[in-house]
Every structure is written in structure tokens, then in C-alpha cells.
């Protein structure tokens, strides 16, 4: 099984969503990193990358083959209200892929449950020729969740791996 996991944004060119003390860009890296490592020893084949183009990151998942292909991002909003972790996909198999993913990131962080949602707006994942999904981890303009965000990425990287993982059996 080939998974490709793409961080969102660019540190440095593009930070992406940004909270009081963090950065969309840096978060996803940290969580991307964690995530490959974990499906890495579980034996699956995983490429990672981040990327702003959006032909290049549809490019390399297709090249490499990838079976699955997973965006990471944090979620951003004008009210630091808004909250929680929401999948976005296009397909059947993506709609079970992010079922498997929002439920474990919920369940092992206790955020809010966003759901998963329409997602053949995102090139990312109408354009890819894998099972394809866009996570949105949590609100970094949410006080609580960039905290679990800062404090707990290697959690959101075992739960994002589980998630994969539950998909593959």
C-alpha cells in the first residue's frame, strides 16, 4: 500500500492559517512527519512532501502511485468559536477513509466533531488518482484547540495514522 501525506502551506513562503503562537505550515509538518514515521513501521510505503502548488502535489502523489493521499491542515476562522476536526473527500472510499480518520482523531483528542464533508470543490482530491481526503486537525484560531494542536501533534499523528491504518484493513 502506497500512501502519500502532504503537509499544507510552506513555512517560510506560506504559513497558512495562523493562531496566537503557531503556524498551519509548521503544525502539519510536525504532524506529517510523526504520521509517515508511524505508517513507515506499520509497513506501508509512504512519500511525504509540502508543497503550495497545487499540480505539483497531485504530481507526486500520482507518480509515486499512491494508493491513499491525505492533506493535512489546520483549520482557520474570523471567530475564535469555531472549532473541531472535519475531513473533506469526493469519492465513496474517501467518504470511508475520512469516517475513519475524523473518528479517530475525535475519539483519541476529544475534539469537536465537524464530520466529513464534500470535498469535490479541493483540486487535491478531485484531481488525484488516489482514495483522496483533506484533514483539517483542529482550529489553530481556537485557544483550546492550537493548544491540543501544539502540545498534543504526535497525538494528532498517531490518531491520523489509526485512522489510515483502520481504512487499509
Not at 503544525?27 to 513501521?41: F, G, P, T, Y
Request: proline share 1%; aromatic share 8%.
Amino acid at each position: 500500500m502506497h500512501i502519500a501525506l502532504n503537509a499544507g502551506h510552506m513555512s517560510g513562503m506560506d504559513p497558512g492559517a495562523c493562531g496566537s503562537c503557531s503556524t498551519e505550515a509548521d503544525i502539519c509538518r510536525q504532524v506529517m512527519e510523526s504520521c509517515a514515521a508511524l505508517l513507515r513501521d506499520s509497513g506501508y510505503e509512504v512519500l511525504t512532501f509540502q508543497s503550495d502548488e497545487l499540480e505539483s502535489i497531485v504530481g507526486a502523489s500520482d507518480g509515486f502511485g499512491a494508493d491513499i493521499f491525505v492533506s493535512i491542515h489546520c483549520n482557520g476562522a474570523v471567530t475564535q468559536a469555531a472549532k473541531g476536526t472535519e475531513v473533506y473527500a469526493m469519492s465513496e472510499a474517501g467518504y470511508e477513509l475520512g469516517l475513519c480518520i475524523d473518528r479517530a482523531i475525535v475519539v483519541y483528542l476529544g475534539t469537536a466533531d465537524r464530520g466529513v464533508k464534500d470535498g469535490s470543490r479541493l483540486y487535491v482530491v478531485n484531481q488525484t488518482e488516489a482514495t483522496a481526503v483533506l484533514v483539517e486537525l483542529a482550529f489553530i484560531t481556537n485557544q483550546d484547540d492550537e493548544w491540543l494542536l501544539n502540545q498534543r501533534t504526535d497525538d494528532f499523528a498517531s490518531a491520523l495514522a489509526a485512522g489510515i491504518i483502520e481504512y487499509c484493513r
